[in-house]
């Protein structure tokens, strides 16, 4: 769940466990008045009365998610189904808690219960071993006592759903043998053979076999990524999907963003289930074969845009973009990578050269004529439907180094200019510049340095950064390699950026990252790259949007008055990784009205460029982006604070979308 959807300790009363109740009535005053009473009569620790929509929501996925969110201990242990389906009669509910936990302690276990309590059904995932010898034993002794106990208080040991395997061997603790036997009788008048749910009700296999990790690896796997919430377990990561399903609904509301790409095929080979279902086919050996090389995953993960949705949207924290980019490293490991993997997979080095020989205009007119764009496009595989945007012709930095320095004394904060920033649209930049200097901030942009010369930028941010020696290279946060899977390349570029920032992260100045995508790769994937280099981690927690940088070094700001709604997506990876209160509230103060929609613009960075992605991408785009935006009024303010967002919204739809910073700049210099 993004960090600004996550009730926080202060926003739950005080107890041990919590207790839903939704009251309704003619107005909400009655509604309120219903809570209010009940509050009264509650024999209860504490309690809160909800009435903010926001905060509802928020409340509500805590019990939607619990079957996912439940696996997971508070000390990040895993915690598995089994046991979490047994009922009682409503009047034993308090007598069988008491020794259901008095059951956990004696096999020292920990289990979360949740679910129907008015009906005397118990959800529950219960940190059970399910990996060695002993913690299976301990599982089927556990299994039997609960069994003995559930039955104790006049129970069903199925209350909700079937008996499955896990169940039907414990059927005559609760049916009694002679009745088992009987329907074992009848089985076979009907069914002989046992063609028809073999081993379900009855002849079943033990209830401790064909456990579903029993096939995985026991020793970790060597991969790139730290996995730090799976203790480097990329086994234990994969193990994260329980099948909840939640990444197959069809259809999402609000700011949610998980599946795009299922949302838009259907198939469950594109939802994050099931995709981490064939990695764990991977891993297993048993019907994926051949590990990494494997072309039936790679073909599952090919529609994967990485938009991060399922990250926060996830009740367990299913990482698919992180995932695929693991596999596409190991698969094409020593291999040739597909086109697209070179063209934009490098884009940081194709536009850097462009910048440094100032040929944008050459290569914006090759790109507008259509025989050599044509070619262009399938030598880099690139779709043959998309635009080749156009590179600017002065870059964000070197019109930072003919401007006028600012000659302020407020607060330094280093703005980083990402790849799309400088080369494709310095004007996000330049405006980022114009309201951070608005509100008495001084402005400085990361070192730039070469061999043999001095680093670039204004003599005053040298002077407060204490620039280190002269070196080659410009700051990147790696994300184009790792969309692509060329981690290796990833953590040259990130180490080398680690160095230029050393001066950097020896101040307290915060890097302000204007494109999302670029932001969440500097506060997650990199730590988790680069897990051996704690320099990394710092350079995370300086990471701030242009929102939170507002909020936090300006806090008296007045924005000014647009007093017009608005219209847009919010940035997946913004949703996902970086949560956009801090933006609703600095929109919310200039007076942009209304809420943008959720979901990814189906471009996400490479995807939507890439041979083969088109139609995915733009079914992709019309599930929110689009119709929120042809729906919008007339005097709507389009935002999206991507690169991709906005490209996608020009090339699909005709619309120009703006960057938040561009439509407060354009503010700021109509008052003047």
């Given at each position: 769940?993004?960090?600004?959807?996550?009730?926080?300790a202060?926003d739950l009363?005080?107890?041990?466990?919590?207790?839903?109740v939704?009251?309704?009535g003619?107005t909400?005053?009655?509604a309120?008045a219903?809570?209010?009473?009940?509050v009264?009569a509650?024999?209860v620790v504490d309690?809160l009365?909800?009435?903010?929509p926001?905060?509802?929501?928020?409340?509500w996925?805590?019990r939607?998610d619990?079957?996912?969110?439940?696996?997971?201990?508070?000390?990040?242990t895993?915690?598995?189904?089994g046991?979490?389906d047994?009922?009682?009669?409503p009047?034993?509910?308090?007598?069988?808690?008491?020794?259901f936990?008095?059951?956990l302690a004696?096999?020292?276990?920990?289990g979360?219960?949740?679910g129907?309590?008015?009906d005397?059904?118990?959800?529950v995932?219960?940190d059970?071993?399910?990996?060695?010898?002993?913690?299976?034993?301990?599982f089927?002794?556990f299994?039997?006592?609960?069994?003995?106990?559930v039955?104790a208080?006049?129970g069903?040991?199925?209350?909700?759903?079937g008996?499955?395997?896990?169940r039907?061997?414990l059927l005559?603790r609760?049916?009694?043998a002679?009745?088992?036997?009987?329907f074992?009788?009848?089985?076979?008048?009907?069914?002989p053979d046992?063609?028809?749910?073999?081993?379900m009700l009855?002849?079943p296999?033990p209830?401790?076999?064909?456990l579903r990790?029993?096939?995985?690896?026991?020793?970790?796997?060597d991969v790139a990524?730290?996995?730090?919430a799976?203790?480097g377990?990329?086994s234990a990561?994969?193990?994260?999907?329980?099948?909840?399903?939640?990444?197959?609904t069809?259809s999402?509301?609000?700011?949610a963003?998980?599946?795009?790409?299922?949302?838009?095929t259907?198939?469950?080979?594109h939802?994050?289930?099931?995709?981490a279902?064939?990695?764990?086919?991977?891993?297993?050996g048993?019907?994926v074969t051949?590990?990494?090389?494997?072309?039936e995953?790679?073909?599952?993960?090919?529609?994967?845009l990485s938009?991060?949705?399922?990250?926060?949207?996830?009740?367990?924290?299913?990482?698919?973009?992180?995932?695929k980019?693991?596999?596409?490293?190991h698969h094409y490991?020593?291999?040739r990578?597909p086109?697209a993997h070179y063209a934009?997979?490098w884009l940081p080095v194709?536009?850097?050269?462009?910048?440094?020989?100032r040929s944008?205009?050459?290569?914006n007119?090759?790109a507008?004529v259509?025989?050599?764009a044509?070619v262009a496009?399938?030598?880099g595989g690139?779709?043959?439907?998309?635009?080749?945007p156009?590179v600017?012709g002065?870059?964000?930095?070197?019109w930072?180094?003919?401007?006028r320095?600012s000659t302020?004394d407020?607060?330094?904060?280093v703005?980083w200019?990402?790849?799309?920033?400088?080369h494709?649209?310095p004007s996000v930049?330049?405006?980022?510049?114009?309201?951070?200097?608005?509100?008495?901030?001084?402005?400085?942009?990361?070192p730039?340095?070469?061999?043999?010369?001095r680093p670039?930028?204004?003599?005053?941010?040298r002077?407060?950064?204490?620039?280190?020696?002269?070196?080659?290279?410009?700051?990147?946060?790696?994300l184009t390699?790792i969309?692509?899977g060329q981690?290796?390349?990833a953590r040259?570029?990130?180490?080398r950026?680690?160095?230029?920032?050393?001066p950097?992260?020896?101040?307290?100045?915060?890097l302000?990252?204007?494109e999302p995508s670029?932001?969440?790769a500097?506060?997650?994937?990199a730590?988790e790259?680069?897990?051996?280099?704690?320099?990394?981690?710092?350079?995370?927690a300086?990471?701030?949007?242009?929102?939170?940088t507002?909020?936090r070094?300006?806090?008296?700001?007045?924005?000014p008055?647009?007093?017009?709604?608005v219209?847009?997506?919010?940035?997946?990876?913004?949703?996902?990784?970086?949560?956009d209160a801090?933006?609703r509230?600095?929109r919310?103060a200039?007076?942009?009205?209304?809420?943008?929609?959720g979901g990814?613009c189906?471009?996400?960075g490479n995807?939507?460029f890439?041979?083969?992605h088109?139609?995915v991408?733009?079914?992709?785009a019309?599930?929110?982006?689009?119709?929120?935006?042809?729906q919008?009024?007339q005097d709507a303010v389009?935002l999206?604070?991507?690169f991709?967002?906005r490209t996608q919204l020009?090339?699909?739809?005709?619309v120009?979308g703006?960057?938040?910073?561009?439509?407060?700049?354009?503010?700021?210099?109509?008052e003047?």
């Amino acid at each position: 769940m993004a960090a600004d959807l996550v009730p926080s300790a202060a926003d739950l009363p005080r107890g041990g466990a919590w207790l839903f109740v939704e009251t309704g009535g003619g107005t909400e005053a009655e509604a309120r008045a219903r809570a209010e009473t009940i509050v009264r009569a509650a024999d209860v620790v504490d309690a809160l009365v909800v009435t903010d929509p926001a905060r509802q929501r928020a409340l509500w996925r805590i019990r939607e998610d619990a079957s996912g969110t439940a696996t997971r201990m508070p000390d990040g242990t895993e915690a598995w189904p089994g046991w979490e389906d047994c009922a009682v009669p409503p009047a034993r509910l308090g007598a069988y808690l008491r020794d259901f936990r008095g059951l956990l302690a004696a096999h020292g276990l920990r289990g979360t219960p949740y679910g129907h309590f008015g009906d005397g059904c118990i959800h529950v995932r219960i940190d059970f071993d399910l990996l060695t010898g002993p913690g299976i034993a301990r599982f089927r002794r556990f299994s039997e006592e609960l069994a003995d106990v559930v039955v104790a208080h006049g129970g069903s040991l199925s209350g909700e759903h079937g008996d499955g395997q896990a169940r039907a061997e414990l059927l005559p603790r609760m049916y009694g043998a002679d009745t088992v036997a009987l329907f074992e009788r009848v089985k076979a008048v009907w069914d002989p053979d046992d063609l028809l749910n073999p081993g379900m009700l009855v002849r079943p296999a033990p209830l401790d076999t064909n456990l579903r990790f029993s096939v995985l690896p026991r020793e970790p796997v060597d991969v790139a990524f730290g996995y730090p919430a799976d203790g480097g377990d990329f086994s234990a990561a994969v193990r994260r999907c329980v099948g909840v399903a939640k990444c197959r609904t069809a259809s999402v509301s609000g700011p949610a963003v998980m599946c795009p790409s299922y949302r838009a095929t259907g198939e469950e080979e594109h939802s994050t289930r099931g995709r981490a279902r064939l990695l764990h086919e991977m891993l297993a050996g048993e019907l994926v074969t051949d590990g990494w090389r494997s072309t039936e995953v790679r073909d599952a993960l090919d529609l994967c845009l990485s938009c991060k949705g399922c990250r926060s949207d996830c009740p367990v924290g299913v990482d698919m973009a992180t995932y695929k980019a693991e596999f596409l490293h190991h698969h094409y490991a020593g291999r040739r990578r597909p086109a697209a993997h070179y063209a934009m997979g490098w884009l940081p080095v194709w536009l850097g050269w462009v910048g440094r020989t100032r040929s944008a205009g050459v290569v914006n007119g090759l790109a507008s004529v259509g025989r050599l764009a044509r070619v262009a496009k399938r030598l880099g595989g690139i779709a043959g439907e998309r635009e080749i945007p156009r590179v600017a012709g002065e870059t964000f930095t070197r019109w930072w180094r003919g401007r006028r320095v600012s000659t302020g004394d407020g607060r330094l904060v280093v703005l980083w200019p990402d790849t799309f920033t400088e080369h494709l649209s310095p004007s996000v930049g330049r405006a980022a510049v114009r309201v951070l200097e608005a509100v008495g901030l001084r402005v400085a942009l990361p070192p730039t340095l070469r061999p043999g010369r001095r680093p670039v930028g204004d003599a005053r941010s040298r002077s407060a950064l204490s620039l280190l020696a002269a070196r080659r290279g410009r700051v990147c946060c790696g994300l184009t390699y790792i969309s692509t899977g060329q981690l290796d390349r990833a953590r040259t570029v990130l180490r080398r950026t680690l160095d230029l920032l050393e001066p950097v992260l020896a101040t307290d100045a915060p890097l302000v990252v204007l494109e999302p995508s670029c932001a969440a790769a500097l506060r997650t994937d990199a730590p988790e790259l680069l897990h051996d280099d704690p320099r990394a981690a710092r350079l995370a927690a300086r990471v701030l949007t242009f929102a939170e940088t507002l909020e936090r070094y300006a806090p008296d700001w007045t924005p000014p008055a647009l007093d017009r709604p608005v219209t847009g997506q919010t940035h997946c990876h913004q949703h996902a990784v970086l949560g956009d209160a801090p933006d609703r509230r600095l929109r919310a103060a200039a007076g942009l009205t209304g809420e943008l929609s959720g979901g990814c613009c189906g471009l996400a960075g490479n995807f939507g460029f890439e041979k083969g992605h088109y139609e995915v991408s733009a079914a992709c785009a019309e599930d929110r982006l689009l119709p929120s935006v042809r729906q919008a009024p007339q005097d709507a303010v389009v935002l999206a604070d991507g690169f991709s967002c906005r490209t996608q919204l020009e090339q699909l739809a005709g619309v120009r979308g703006r960057h938040l910073a561009e439509v407060l700049a354009t503010a700021l210099e109509e008052e003047e």
